[in-house]
């Protein structure tokens, strides 16, 4: 069971990307998603999540500008990232609550960390 990140990239400012979180594997549920970033130095903060049912939220810095949403049954993630500026400039994880098909409970699983630079 695992979750791979793509669609990281170098753009320009005020320009857009999307990134996808694809879980694979046996797989019995998966319960919220979110995307982090990270700086190097700094911890790892939230950007935004998507519950099993659709609910979102959002860091301040990015509502508005960023849109997360989930397709249950491809099991992935994605996060549309508009307007984009220099700030924005991070490394990106995605995060899933997984539950695997001969496993008891859910779990935290983390995807490999995508690079997005916003040049200005």
């Known amino acids: 069971v695992q979750l791979q990140a793509s669609g990281g990239g170098l753009v320009q400012a005020g320009k857009s990307l999307r990134l996808s979180c694809a879980a694979s594997g046996d797989i019995f549920n998966i319960n919220d998603m979110g995307w982090y970033r990270q700086a190097a130095g700094y911890r790892r903060e939230l950007v935004a999540s998507i519950s099993s049912a659709g609910w979102t939220t959002y860091a301040d810095s990015v509502k508005g500008r960023f849109t997360i949403s989930r397709d249950n049954a491809k099991m992935t993630m994605y996060l549309q990232m508009n307007s984009l500026k220099p700030e924005d400039t991070d490394v990106y994880y995605c995060?899933?609550?997984?539950?695997?098909?001969?496993?008891?409970?859910?779990?935290?699983?983390w995807g490999q960390g995508t690079l997005v630079t916003v040049s200005s």
């Open positions: 995060k899933a609550e997984v539950k695997p098909a001969n496993g008891k409970f859910y779990e935290d699983l």
